[in-house]
C-alpha cells in the first residue's frame, strides 16, 4: 500500500504524493506549463518555413485559450468562499459536511472555477498529507486521491453517477456500484467530491431521491461534495412524490448555495474591472501587427466586447479567441471591428446583438447606471 511513496521527496515537494494522472491534471488547469511565445515581427514571421510558422501559431493560440482563471470581482468572492469551506471542515465520521453548489447561468465560468479549486485543493491536501506522514497519523492506502472531479455529460442514475466516481478513480465497480465506491473513497483517501452540471439529474423522480440521498451519505461518511449547476432552485424544489420531497427537504437543510453571477457594468468601478479582464486577454496576443500601444484592445473595443458577451466570461473568451484565429489565418494579423462583428458567439447572447449592437454604435445603449 501506498503508505511512504515519495515521503522524503514530499517533504520538498508534496504534490509528488498525489499520482501522475492528478499532477498532469493540476498542470492542465492552472495552465503552468504553457509556455509564453517570444514576440516576433512581421518579416521574421515571413521569414519562417511553414512548420516553423505552423508551430508558432499552435504555440500562440494555446497560450491565449488555454488561460488560467483570471481574477475578477465574481471569481474572487466564489473562490474565496469555497476556501474557506475547505479550511474549515474536518475529515471525520463523526463531522457531516454542508454540501456547496455553486449556482449560475450557463456561460458565466462555473466549471473553470471548480476545476481550478479542485486543483488546489489537491495541492492543500497533499501537503496536508506530507505532515501527516511526516508525524506517523497519515493512514495507509492504496492510493493518494484527495479530489474527485465529475463532469456529468448527460441525464444519468444514480448507479451511473456512482460508477462514473469509480471510473474517475480507476476503481473496478459492477452493476451495484456503492459496495466498490466505497471501499474505493477508504483506500484512495478521498476527502472532496465535485460534481459539476448537477442539473443532468432527474430530481423531480425516483433518481433525483436517490441522488439526494446518497449526496447525503457522502456528507455524513465526512466527505466535502460540491457541485455545479444551473436553477438550483429547481433541483431542490421540484416537487414530485412524497419520498422525493423528503430526500430535497433534507438535502435543502444542509446545501449552501454560492451564486455565481455573470460580470455586469452597472458603475464606473465595475467598469474598470471588466476592462481590466478583457486586458489580461489583450496582453496574451501574439499578432504581429496589431498595435504596439498598452491597452489598444481594453481601450478601443473593451466596452464593445461586453456588449456582444453581456459579461458571460466564456462567451469573451470565445470572442477573443477565433478573433485572433481569424487574424493569424487571414494574414492581417490584427483585430479591428469588422473582424469582431463576423465572429458569431454562443446562441444566448447572439440573441438581440443586433439591437444592441445599433444602439451600442448611437451611443444610446444602456451600459452604466448614471452616478
Known amino acids: 500500500m501506498n503508505t511512504t511513496r515519495h515521503v522524503d521527496a514530499a517533504d520538498a515537494n508534496p504534490i509528488l504524493l498525489l499520482t501522475d494522472v492528478d499532477r498532469a491534471w493540476i498542470s492542465e488547469v492552472l495552465a503552468i506549463d504553457i509556455a509564453e511565445p517570444r514576440p516576433v515581427t512581421a518579416e521574421q514571421l515571413a521569414a519562417m518555413t511553414d512548420r516553423e510558422r505552423s508551430w508558432f501559431n499552435l504555440a500562440r493560440t494555446n497560450y491565449l485559450r488555454r488561460v488560467p482563471l483570471l481574477d475578477t470581482p465574481v471569481v474572487t468572492t466564489v473562490m474565496e468562499a469555497l476556501r474557506q469551506h475547505a479550511k474549515s471542515s474536518i475529515r471525520s465520521d463523526m463531522h457531516q459536511q454542508d454540501v456547496v453548489i455553486l449556482d449560475g447561468e ?70 451495484n456500484p456503492l459496495p466498490a465506491f466505497e471501499r474505493a473513497i477508504k483506500q484512495c483517501g478521498v476527502q472532496l467530491i465535485i460534481i459539476d452540471e448537477i442539473q443532468h439529474v432527474n430530481f423531480g423522480g425516483a433518481t433525483g431521491r436517490h441522488v439526494h440521498n446518497i449526496i447525503r451519505w457522502m456528507s455524513n461518511a465526512g466527505l466535502r461534495v460540491i457541485l455545479g449547476g444551473t436553477d438550483v432552485n429547481t433541483v431542490l424544489n421540484s416537487g414530485g412524490p412524497a419520498a422525493v420531497e423528503v430526500a430535497a427537504r433534507n438535502s435543502r437543510g444542509r446545501w449552501v448555495r454560492i451564486d455565481v453571477p455573470k460580470l455586469s457594468m452597472r458603475n464606473s468601478r465595475e467598469h474598470e474591472q471588466w476592462l481590466d479582464l478583457v486586458y489580461a486577454f489583450e496582453v496574451r496576443l501574439r499578432l504581429v501587427s496589431a498595435p504596439t500601444t498598452d491597452g489598444w484592445f481594453a481601450d478601443s473595443f473593451g466596452v464593445y466586447a461586453w456588449v456582444r458577451t453581456l459579461g458571460y466570461l466564456n462567451s469573451l473568451i470565445l470572442l477573443m479567441s477565433r478573433a485572433a484565429t481569424a487574424a493569424i489565418e487571414s494574414g492581417t494579423e490584427t483585430i479591428d471591428r469588422a473582424l469582431l462583428d463576423s465572429i458569431p458567439l454562443q446562441y444566448e447572447v447572439e440573441r438581440g446583438r443586433e439591437r444592441r449592437v445599433a444602439m451600442f454604435d448611437d451611443g444610446t445603449y444602456p451600459i452604466m447606471d448614471p452616478e
Open 106 to 175: 450557463p456561460g458565466v465560468g462555473k466549471t473553470m472555477m471548480l476545476k481550478t479549486h479542485a486543483a488546489e485543493e489537491m495541492k492543500r491536501l497533499a501537503f496536508q498529507r506530507s505532515l501527516e506522514l511526516e508525524h506517523g497519523t497519515a493512514e495507509p492506502l492504496w492510493t493518494f486521491r484527495p479530489v474527485l472531479y465529475a463532469h456529468l455529460q448527460g441525464p444519468m442514475t444514480r448507479n451511473e453517477v456512482v460508477r462514473l466516481l469509480c471510473d474517475q478513480l480507476n476503481w473496478p465497480s459492477d452493476t
